[in-house]
């Protein structure tokens, strides 16, 4: 699954793409793995690895887990170091995702 989002990191203006390649598991949730980048409406990028757990039920699935970045962008360089966690929620042909530090 691939997923597109809009909206700010680090203050910036940020386009997010991420790929999820997942394991359905005997508890039916899938276990899988991310990549993905950032790119700033200033051309700035950082790469994205991540590991997260998706759930489905009541006509919507649900996932979480954590990402790792790595940029040379000094607009995006407090990314480097820290984990960012994410839970994201498609329902309906749509999906809204949040973001948060770990450090």
């Not at 757990?53 to 000094?74: I, P």
């Not at 994410?86 to 749509?94: H, L, M, S, T, W």
Request: one cysteine or more; glycine letters at 16%.
């Amino acid at each position: 699954m691939t997923d597109h989002q809009v909206g700010t990191l680090c203050g910036a203006q940020v386009d997010v793409t991420v790929t999820y390649v997942g394991t359905i598991r005997p508890s039916g949730t899938v276990a899988g793995n991310d990549d993905g980048f950032v790119a700033t409406a200033g051309r700035q990028t950082a790469t994205l690895t991540g590991h997260g757990v998706t759930s489905f039920g009541s006509g919507q699935l649900t996932g979480r887990g954590a990402l790792f970045c790595e940029t040379t962008s000094d607009e995006l360089s407090r990314l480097n170091g820290i984990a960012v966690l994410f839970e994201y929620q498609v329902a309906d042909g749509k999906s809204e995702g949040r973001l948060f530090e770990w450090k």
